[in-house]
């Protein structure tokens, strides 16, 4: 039986464009259809609708914590012109969890941009770190006195990687040059940040807020033991695992390290090339381990070694986003339960701080550039009527967010 703190957090994530729906300003949608992607986002969860009803929900589950992100493009749908009418509905939406007690943690960007802002070169333009702490002073003035954590950017190595090296993403740029000048834009761009929001509570005499970024990190497993592959798994958690938060930490522009862990990846490197030894995958299948509906290999005990791993840093660890998409929902309750265990398991052994836990996602939603089919939720949303369906596993976990601890 593993015992979590009394004020631990317990919830779920979301992010805006995955479950609003309608977000026409934002360069993802021009994307969707440019490609004519064969399941547009649309009206994805109707969250903007019906938030209350979906916070009743996370708050009847007995959640104490929601993270949720703030859609940049309806904010300044136009470069420089900030809607008062959207500011206003985010502040009812944070308002809308506050009065059921549940906690907000506030994303600032999560994988999507308002289309001036591409048009203009997006996170490859030097300018788009004044663009976005423009940006985030708008929101943070406008919200501050209701918010106390808040995550700048979701995932930035991952971002980088589907936008910028493989170019899935818009804006489809396959470059290693160009993905390292994002990747330091998307740095700068959070230590901007980070102090402004900072000083915009020291302005407005409010106690310090919390301020991180949602750090995706995965394990990479070498499927043969060779110098090539042993040298691919040492580059890839440098630069997709480690680098980013170091440099934050020497910046002193993190006050917890906020992460998102989903799987362990097998490293089979084909050649000596960059392109290699950064982007090769094991095609072998010699994965032995469970999967989700995306092929993704499911490895709890990977949890447990990043929490050890970071505890170098005396910072409180946030588990912003763990989760699976499956259509066998007691497998939901597997993943859940066997990654809580490992939590609560690196708690005990070696007393790091770990302040909660988000599981990824509260709805169903629109993965990206996969649609519809994966399903993610601890709520399971029929897109054609909007009707949502507690699924069993929330239930249960429900229970262990009420009990605080785990069997
Ligand atoms: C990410 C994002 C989410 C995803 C989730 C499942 O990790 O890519 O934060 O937007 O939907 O991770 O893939």
């Known amino acids: 039986m593993g015992q979590f703190p009394k004020d631990f957090f317990w919830g779920s994530s979301c992010s805006a464009y995955q479950v609003e729906g309608g977000n026409s300003n ?60 959207e500011l206003e509905h985010y502040k009812n939406v944070i308002l809308s969890l506050k009065k059921r007690n549940i906690t ?35 929101v943070v003035e406008a919200l501050c006195g209701e918010v ?47 102090k402004a929001i900072h000083d915009i509570y020291k302005q407005s005499n409010l106690s310090s807020p ?15 033991s060779t110098l ?24 002193n522009a993190l006050d917890f390290i906020g992460i998102n862990y989903y799987m362990r990846g097998l490293v089979d490197v084909k050649g000596w090339g960059l392109n290699n030894l950064l982007l090769d995958v094991c095609k072998e299948g010699h994965s032995k381990l469970a999967k989700n509906s995306l092929g993704w290999d499911i490895y709890p005990q990977g949890l447990y070694d990043f929490i050890l791993y970071f505890k170098k840093y005396n910072l409180p660890l946030f588990i912003l986003e763990n989760g699976i998409c499956t259509d066998d929902d007691s497998a ?55 009707k949502r369906r507690i699924r069993e596993s929330a239930k249960k976990f429900a229970v262990v967010c009420r009990e605080g601890q785990i069997n």
């Open 26 to 85: 934002s360069d993802w949608w021009e994307w969707e259809k440019q490609s004519g992607v064969k399941e547009p986002s649309g009206n994805a969860c109707s969250h903007y609708e019906f938030y209350e009803n979906d916070f009743e929900l996370a708050k009847n589950l007995n959640h104490n914590a929601h993270r949720l992100s703030i859609e940049w493009s309806r904010i300044e749908p136009e470069e420089g012109k900030f809607s008062t009418k």
């Open 104 to 138: 907000p943690v506030v994303t600032l960007h999560h994988f999507t941009n308002p289309l001036w802002f591409a048009k203009s070169g997006g996170w490859e333009n030097p300018k788009s770190i004044d663009y976005f702490f423009r940006f985030v002073r708008k």
């Open 148 to 194: 106390t954590y808040w995550v700048t950017i979701n995932e930035p190595l991952v971002y980088t990687y589907y936008s910028y090296t493989i170019g899935i993403w818009p804006p489809k740029v396959q470059s290693f040059k160009v993905s390292r000048v994002v990747n330091n834009n998307l740095l700068k761009a959070h230590i901007k940040a980070y």
């Open 210 to 224: 919390l301020v991180s970024i949602a750090k995706n990190l995965q394990v990479f497993t070498a499927c043969r």
């Open 228 to 251: 090539r592959n042993k040298l691919a798994v040492y580059l890839r958690n440098k630069f997709f695992n480690f680098d980013f938060i170091h440099k934050l930490i020497k910046n």
């Open 332 to 386: 939901r309750w597997n993943f859940i339960r066997g990654h809580l265990l490992n939590i609560n398991r690196a708690m005990e052994t070696i007393g790091v701080k770990v302040i909660g836990y988000l599981y990824w996602s509260l709805l169903d939603n629109y993965e990206w550039d996969k649609g519809f089919s994966p399903r993610f939720g601890l709520v399971e949303v029929d897109y054609k009527t909007q």
